[in-house]
């Protein structure tokens, strides 16, 4: 398990309890989460679970797979730490990650 901080495009933070083998995206829609509207349910072929990992974390996750690369380029606003969350799977070594939320997936 490892606890996600998700800040909102307003500045309003949430910290979620994420279990292991779960992606930040399920974790974040399970807590209520808006800013993401994940619409194929991540099976990498939407882009609308885009958010940006916080830059003290980005070397310290899991890199992205080639395939998410090529569609993180799809997102709004698709900066360097852009990440598709249902991508990202948690574990402890994940404890303390900042997940910052896009103001739009469209
Ligand atoms: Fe569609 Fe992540 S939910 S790519």
Known sequence: MARITFIEHTGKRIEV????????MKAALAS????LTAECGGCLSCATCHAY??????????????EELVMVDCAVDA???SRLTC????????????IHLPASQY
Not at 32 to 35: K, P, Q, T
Not at 53 to 66: G, K, L, Q, T
């Open 17 to 24: 309890d994420a279990e292991n083998g779960d992606s930040l």
């Open 32 to 35: 209520g989460i808006d800013g």
């Open 53 to 66: 990992v916080d830059e003290e974390w980005v070397d310290r996750i899991p890199a992205p797979s080639d």
């Open 79 to 81: 900066r360097p730490n």
């Open 87 to 98: 991508q990202v799977i948690v574990s402890d070594a994940m404890d303390g990650l900042v």
